[in-house]
């Protein structure tokens, strides 16, 4: 296996923080990383609610705003992508582990991780962002 990028091991981190802050919030993380298809989805959860939820979680991450905000990169074809990506999961009905898909409404979730006040990430969650 070739060795990961620093970029790559950034993403790495940013998903590892949004994961923790979900789980700290009480969401219980299914899966990370997840191929379907030619698509890979980066966080499958479940969000107690109300009302529970499947939710997958799409993250971005900007080390600086200096070529934009990591929001304007989860566009009309990220979406499109991440649709289909969904789509195959849901039609699958399992996790890779074999696992079954918790029987919930399904939704789709960006977080956002850019560098905060004294260097600390900053974490924001847009809920249902799979609306065009």
């Known amino acids: 296996m070739a060795e990961r990028t620093d970029r790559q091991k950034a993403g790495d981190a940013a998903e590892s923080q949004v994961a923790e802050r979900l789980a700290a919030r009480g969401w219980r993380i299914l899966a990370r990383n997840v191929h379907c298809g030619r698509s890979e989805l980066d966080i499958i959860a479940v969000d107690p609610g109300p009302p529970p939820r499947l939710v997958v979680v ?3 991450w900007r080390r600086s705003r200096e070529f934009g905000l990591a929001e304007e990169t ?8 991440l649709r289909a990506g969904v789509a195959r999961l849901l039609e699958q009905g399992r996790l ?16 956002v991780v850019e560098p905060g006040a004294g260097g600390r990430p900053m974490v924001r969650l847009y809920r249902n962002a799979l609306t065009d």
């Open 74 to 81: 989860f566009d009309h074809r990220k979406r499109a992508h």
């Open 58 to 60: 799409e993250v971005r």
């Open 96 to 111: 890779p582990g074999g696992d079954e898909l918790p029987r919930l409404a399904v939704a789709l979730d960006l977080a």
